[in-house]
């Protein structure tokens, strides 16, 4: 399978019909305007019912892969992009979330001191920041406390509670390790919280994986364990109306267990997208599709991605589910292209799923 570059679209192995951005029918992907530079790993929310943000991740420079700042929204009514101000540091796995008209950016993997030899150094920071979208500034919060720190944590939001499940606090060549605590932050009381004993801990550590808030519940979706490979397919949940009872593992399992997935919950139902570590492509990128019904505890399939992605994450505003970038391989898996070799390949890639 090839990658065309089809009217600055780009497609995988087949021809996409491009919708315009006014038309969305259940099941459609539409194409929406490209980020303004390729990226991945970076966070993704929604700003209300009218814009979502990108923030952090790796950007393409020439020939050089670089952590960015970069924090960029996108109109949905305009269907445009615009450049708002950088993050307080470089980042990417960023853990990331809205609560009303601020944007918090709650620790996330930085650059480690070089080490002779390593090519990858990433470890998580205890930085904490909250950006005020109307007045377009950064303010410094409280940082994580010792040893909670990390980055690629599930996040969810509960009245002024947000949660972090899980998450990783090195990621280096040939090595990333998984996070099982679950930590807290007060938005308005602007301190981290611990759980009680029984909610502290998820049943088993997870990274990449995908989740948030369903009604009262904190589900906690796939992911991976210590590797691109390592990868597992079982649901986890939290009620957080009363978490003295503890986390539950559904006995329904993903069709296909992945890392490093992408989705969003719409009403009852968690729509989940991609992932990479595939052994059946040439890419190592999945291009499945499939959905969680919370009420029913059943998966059903949906249509593939037309472009299959990894590294990023989705949010769901007025019955469609955004995409933005992305990873388009299996990041270093070497993949030839026109007998060009690569071991990661960004992109600017967006398109929405229409629920």
Same mark, same amino acid.
């Not at 303004?36 to 892969?65: C, F, M, W, Y």
């Given at each position: ?82 450049? @708002?101000?950088?993050? *307080?540091?470089?980042?990417? =796995?960023?853990?990331?979330? $809205?609560? !009303?008209?601020? &944007? +918090?950016?709650? %620790? ?90 029984? @909610?502290?801990?998820? *049943?088993?550590?997870?990274? =990449?994986?995908?989740?948030? $808030?369903? !009604?009262?519940? &904190? +589900?906690?979706? %796939? ?90 994450? @989705? ?41």
């Amino acid at each position: 399978m090839r990658l065309l570059e089809i009217a600055g679209l780009a497609v995988l192995g087949l021809f996409e019909v491009t919708v315009t951005a006014t038309s969305c029918k259940p099941g459609e992907w539409v194409n929406l305007s490209s980020v303004p530079e390729p990226r991945q790993e970076h966070g993704t929310v929604a700003i209300g019912n009218t814009s979502i943000a990108i923030l952090g991740g790796n950007v393409e420079k020439g020939s050089d892969k670089m952590m960015t700042d970069l924090l960029q929204i996108y109109d949905i009514a305009s269907d445009k992009w615009r450049t @708002a101000s950088p993050a *307080p540091y470089k980042v990417n =796995h960023p853990n990331v979330a $809205v609560i !009303g008209r601020k &944007l +918090y950016l709650l %620790g996330g993997l930085v650059e480690a001191p070089p080490s002779p030899g390593m090519s990858l150094n990433w470890v998580a920071s205890k930085s904490s920041h909250v950006y005020d979208v109307s007045t377009d500034t950064w303010t410094a919060l409280s940082p994580m406390p010792n040893g909670a720190e990390r980055g690629s944590a599930i996040v969810g939001v509960y009245g002024e509670m947000i949660y972090l499940a899980g998450g990783m606090t090195v990621l280096q060549a040939g090595y990333q390790d998984a996070v099982d605590s679950v930590i807290a932050f007060n938005t308005t009381s602007g301190t981290w919280q611990r759980l009680v004993e029984a @909610a502290a801990e998820l *049943p088993e550590s997870r990274q =990449h994986a995908v989740g948030g $808030v369903v !009604g009262d519940s &904190l +589900y906690v979706i %796939g992911g991976r364990r210590y590797g691109q490979k390592n990868v597992r397919d079982t649901v986890f949940e939290l009620n957080l109306a009363d978490q003295g009872a503890g986390w539950k593992t559904s006995d329904a399992r993903m069709p296909v267990a992945r890392g490093g997935i992408n989705g969003a919950a719409v009403g009852t139902k968690f729509y989940i997208f991609g992932g990479e570590g595939s052994p059946d492509t040439p890419t190592g990128v999945f291009n499945q599709s499939e959905v969680f019904d919370t009420e029913s505890q059943k998966w059903s399939e949906l249509k593939p991605m037309p472009v299959p992605r990894h590294g990023t994450q @989705a949010v769901a505003v007025g019955g469609r589910i955004y995409i933005p970038g992305g990873g388009l391989q299996q990041d270093g898996k070497e993949v030839v292209t026109n007998g060009v070799t690569t071991t990661g390949k960004e992109s600017a890639h967006f398109d929405a799923y229409c629920v």
